[in-house]
Nanobody, 123 residues
Framework: QVQLVESGGGSVQPGGSLRLSCAVSGLRFNLYTMGWFRQVPGKEREFLAA????????HYADSVRGRFTISRDNVKNTVYLQMNSLKPEDTGVYSCAASGRSRALDTFEYSDWGQGTQVTVSS
């Protein structure tokens, strides 16, 4: 059974930082591209970042490039999202996802999803 479990969400003031973690089990983690997405009520799920299992290249949405960093630990089967310089518009539910594709930048390319963790950026 595939499981993706996010942690590390919470409330932070604008300009602050958080690090999200996503622990993965039930699949060969080192053969999956991992991605992070954000959803806000009333809006579609938004791609934030992805890290390819094949060439280890990272891809970012324009809205987070330079502020967020995706990384992975293939020993711990965990993917991380370091979020710096957080803004109120970064508020949302953050989910990790796994894709068997070497490059995956859209929701339909991901086969397995976590439940999500809430991030709130507010003063």
């Amino acid at each position: 059974q595939v499981q993706l479990v996010e942690s590390g969400g919470g409330s932070v003031q604008p300009g602050g930082s958080l690090r999200l973690s996503c622990a993965v089990s039930g699949l060969r983690f080192n053969l999956y591209t991992m991605g992070w997405f954000r959803q806000v009520p009333g809006k579609e799920r938004e791609f934030l970042a992805a890290l390819s299992y094949r060439d280890r290249r990272a891809h970012y949405a324009d809205s987070v490039r330079g502020r967020f960093t995706i990384s992975r630990d293939n020993v711990k089967n965990t993917v991380y999202l370091q979020m710096n310089s957080l803004k109120p518009e970064d508020t949302g539910v953050y989910s990790c996802a796994a894709s068997g594709r070497s490059r995956a930048l859209d929701t339909f390319e991901y086969s397995d999803w976590g439940q999500g963790t809430q991030v709130t950026v507010s003063s």
